[in-house]
């Protein structure tokens, strides 16, 4: 995607701030959700625990919840 930012500068020309029009911001914020689901994913398959079926997981929350 091609971003077409807008930046604020003060009145050393520092730019302080940018400006994206809504669509692009929105589009960034689905990036960096997915980037942090792919993070988790790799961080949850690193860990050495043990694996469980998907019945048993459910079984053990209902267990948990009552």
């Keep these: 995607m091609t ?3 807008q930046y604020i500068v003060n009145e050393h020309k520092q730019t302080t701030a940018v ?21 988790a994913y790799d961080a949850a398959k ?12 459910l079984s053990e929350i209902d267990g948990h919840i009552s």
């Design 46 to 57: 690193a860990e050495q625990s043990e694996v469980i079926s998907f019945d048993q997981a």
């Design 19 to 39: 400006i994206l029009p809504v669509a692009e911001w929105d589009s960034l914020l689905e990036e960096i959700e997915e980037l942090e689901a792919i993070r």
């Design 3 to 5: 971003f077409h930012p």
